[in-house]
């Protein structure tokens, strides 16, 4: 493929507003927020586990569950589903819901600052501040009284730490003063030597956390002030590192391990052993690893101007600069998973890893009714398969809470969580009646772990990973789904579709997860033969299911099990297509197909950031790439901030995941077992290439097109197995290779 131009993010003025104008840097459990501002720096801070409430919090907690038995009260509202048809959120959340203790949020680190004295007040035509997604680096360059100074930050993955130097090309010009400070006032900060040391513990729960920071200098000296910071003065160049933990552990029911204090001493120490240059470099080589696996190639030409400006005069049309943005926003997702979501840490919430504040925008939770698992939709197919350790072990840690909320909430086995959950396995209810119910989250955060066995192959993953929490997700539906009185089928009930319209008996959505998570458990216990017995349930259970499918009174897929669909709903969450994506129930030119696209016809081009981003997904699967890109647009047009975070708003990472998981879908799908050559290809990219997308079955893809169409494709297998594929490259429309693991495969137009 032609050279493609570095990824970059690149601007001419300091960062005035943090969620608009920041630039993120993460290794997964740490991040920051570099603003580029210069007379004092300031990097916001994040450790991923700083987290109020929980065990300990000062209003107590329940983690969700009833806080008294409520005999009857699922099956009266049941029964009352069956005899009237529907009931108003809030009637049904008067009846199952609670008031939310002790659910906590997740807390800023605090901010980082480096005055430099000195420094010009306001930036003039030398400033320049960027991001290189390539090489995961954040830097700062200005010339000043005719010394050029820069600036440079990163957040190393291998070395848990945060690091930044700052140097300039005379030397003895280098002096700052690093300080630390937090919107709590929890801590305690002292300076000795060159260390800068922060403890606390939250005043809320009494999580313990620590910061440590070191400041090496190549000439100059560092000195320790008594207020707790560290100023190095005439250096020629100076760095500096950062780690940070708390006690926090992923274990039900107390969530705490050991104090940070010798973790964190040690990340911080093994890296001031060694120079700037090895952490720098272990630090590049470590992403690189991860993010030069996939090149995109739409014929972007990045124009020598600011990225703000590149996202304020772009329109979706033919332009050059409008394919640099489009392509730049593909992999800027690609960048964020890498920076959010390492091994060793929590899962990417839904501001990823980075948040500025005490009370974030809905606690920068875990809102499992589509938003943490669409975090993940890109992993597989854009070959990050290593960010997704964090969500697994995440969800196998919600089991055993999960557990006591179905004994509990709903007297049967297996496990379960609901609307959203947090680092301390809430798993129960609240009281919001539009989003405080969702039972079937359970089952659709196991669909992912699933797809990686589909991509990889792994039978080991499955069995000991997947298929366990598959399993007991499944047991909890075997013992929960109800004889609909209506028609005989089997429903979920109490079901609402998210996050608006009535409580009913077999939603669309809840249905067709119910009936993607047996599916997937049946597949599974085939491959690993679990017994014939429970293999049966599951073939029973799907036999009889509604399967959330039906078309209704003017051509639309419904979204209820009623013909209740109003063509002016115009509502952000487009739940009755979950079987088309991320499902695989309904088939591009089915009747199925047809409805939801007349079901997306009618909630139209709008909604929210991350809306737009399912949306383009929708539109992938149905094979129409025009509209996909229009979805992309649409969100980059209105949906997106300078920094190019996604906003709800406010700033949601979601979209910004589900628009990289939409742009794989354009060019590769793989859900139905047959790897479709640019499925969904759209008019505005004539030419181009891929190279590195993964598909179902262990492969690996790189695509060439022109004209519009496929002009080669290169297919490597990680498995011995039959592949079929279909494109444009063969005149019968499709090709079958009996394909060997470690093999490449080349295919070009027959005749």
Do not use: C
């Not at 991923?48 to 983690?63: E, I, R, V």
């Not at 090496?216 to 100076?238: C, E, K, P």
């Not at 005490?358 to 975090?375: C, G, R, V």
């Not at 090709?735 to 080349?746: C, D, H, L, P």
Request: aromatic share 10%; proline share 5%.
């Amino acid at each position: 493929m032609a050279d493609v131009p570095n990824p970059v993010l690149s601007y001419r003025a300091p960062a005035a507003d943090w969620e608009r104008e920041s630039l993120p840097i993460g290794g997964g459990a740490l991040g920051a927020s570099v603003h580029g501002t210069l007379a004092s720096e300031l990097l916001t801070l994040n450790e991923k586990t700083l987290w109020t409430g929980g065990p300990g919090s000062a209003g107590g907690y329940d983690f969700g569950n009833w806080t008294a038995p409520r005999p009857g009260v699922l099956t009266g509202v049941q029964e009352r589903l069956d005899s009237e048809g529907g009931l108003g959120p809030e009637a049904v959340a008067a009846e199952l819901g609670q008031p939310r203790r002790g659910y906590g949020a997740y807390q800023v680190l605090g901010e980082l600052h480096l005055d430099v004295p000195g420094a010009p007040a306001a930036p003039d035509a030398s400033y320049r501040r960027g991001l290189d997604l390539r090489t995961a680096l954040a830097s700062v360059a200005y010339t000043h009284e005719g010394v050029a100074h820069t600036r440079e930050f990163f957040v190393s993955h291998p070395g848990s730490v945060i690091a930044g130097r700052l140097a300039a090309d005379r030397p003895g010009q280098v002096t700052f003063t690093l300080r630390y400070t937090s919107p709590r006032n929890d801590f305690t900060a002292s300076a000795d030597g060159d260390r800068i040391t922060v403890r606390g513990a939250l005043q809320d729960n009494g999580l313990r956390f620590e910061a440590q920071i070191r400041v090496r200098a190549t000439g100059g000296n560092v000195t320790a002030g008594a207020d707790g910071s560290l100023t190095v003065t005439a250096a020629d160049n100076a760095w500096f590192l950062l780690a940070a933990g708390t006690d926090y552990a992923d274990t039900y029911p107390a969530y705490r391990g050991e104090d940070p204090h010798a973790t964190v001493t040690a990340a911080v120490d093994a890296a001031a052993a060694t120079s700037y240059e090895s952490v720098r470099d272990t630090h590049v080589n470590d992403h690189r690893t991860l993010f030069d696996r996939v090149a995109l190639d739409i014929g972007q030409q990045l124009p020598d101007v600011p990225t703000d400006q590149l996202l304020s005069g772009y329109t979706g049309g033919t332009a050059p600069a409008d394919r640099a943005l489009e392509a730049l926003f593909f992999q800027y997702g690609r960048y964020l998973l890498i920076a959010s979501s390492r091994a060793g840490s929590l899962p990417a919430n839904l501001q990823g890893v980075w948040n500025n504040s005490t009370t974030p925008p809905w606690s920068a939770d875990y809102h499992s009714n589509i938003n943490l698992q669409m975090n993940y939709w890109l992993a597989e197919a854009t070959n990050l398969a290593e960010t997704t350790a964090p969500y697994d072990r995440y969800v196998e840690a919600m089991r055993e809470p999960g557990r006591r909320t179905a004994r509990e909430m709903f007297g049967t086995e297996g496990w379960v969580v609901h609307n959203e959950t947090n680092p301390y396995g809430f798993t129960g209810v609240h009281d919001w009646a539009t989003s405080f119910w969702f039972p079937e989250a359970a089952g659709w955060l196991t669909q992912q772990m699933y797809e990686h066995y589909r991509f990889s192959g792994s039978t080991d993953y499955l069995r000991t990973t997947a298929y366990p929490a598959m399993k007991e997700a499944a047991e909890f539906w075997l013992a929960n789904l109800r004889t609909d009185p209506r028609d005989g089928l089997l429903v979920v009930t109490p079901s609402y579709s998210p996050e608006h319209g009535d409580f009913t008996a077999g939603a669309a959505m809840s249905q067709q997860i119910v009936h993607d998570l047996l599916t997937n458990t049946l597949e599974a216990a085939g491959t690993l033969g679990d017994s014939a017995a429970f293999r049966g349930r599951l073939e029973t259970a799907l036999d009889h299911l509604d399967p959330g499918l039906r078309i209704g009174s003017w051509g639309q897929l419904q979204e209820w099990k009623t013909d209740r669909d109003d063509q002016a709903d115009d509502h952000r969450h487009v739940s009755h297509l979950f079987g088309l994506h991320p499902g695989r129930q309904i088939e591009a030119g089915s009747n199925w197909a047809e409805a939801a696209k007349v079901s997306l016809g009618a909630r139209g081009d709008g909604g929210t950031g991350w809306s737009k981003a399912w949306k383009i997904n929708f539109w992938a699967r149905l094979r129409d790439g025009s509209h996909a890109h229009k979805m992309l647009s649409e969100q980059l047009k209105s949906s997106t901030l300078p920094n190019l975070w996604d906003t709800h708003p406010p700033f949601q990472i979601d979209g910004n995941f589900g628009a990289t998981s939409g742009v794989a879908e354009m060019l590769l799908q793989s859900q139905h077992d047959v790897v479709e050559i640019l499925p969904a290809l759209p008019a505005a990219w004539p030419a181009g290439s891929v190279r590195g997308l993964r598909a179902r079955g262990g492969f690996t893809v790189d695509i060439e097109w022109a004209g519009g169409q496929a002009r080669r494709a290169a297919i490597t297998a990680s498995r011995t197995r039959e592949l079929t594929v279909r494109s444009t490259l063969f005149a019968s429309g499709e090709k079958v290779i009996r394909a060997q693991a470690g093999e490449s495969y080349t295919l070009t137009p027959e005749g």
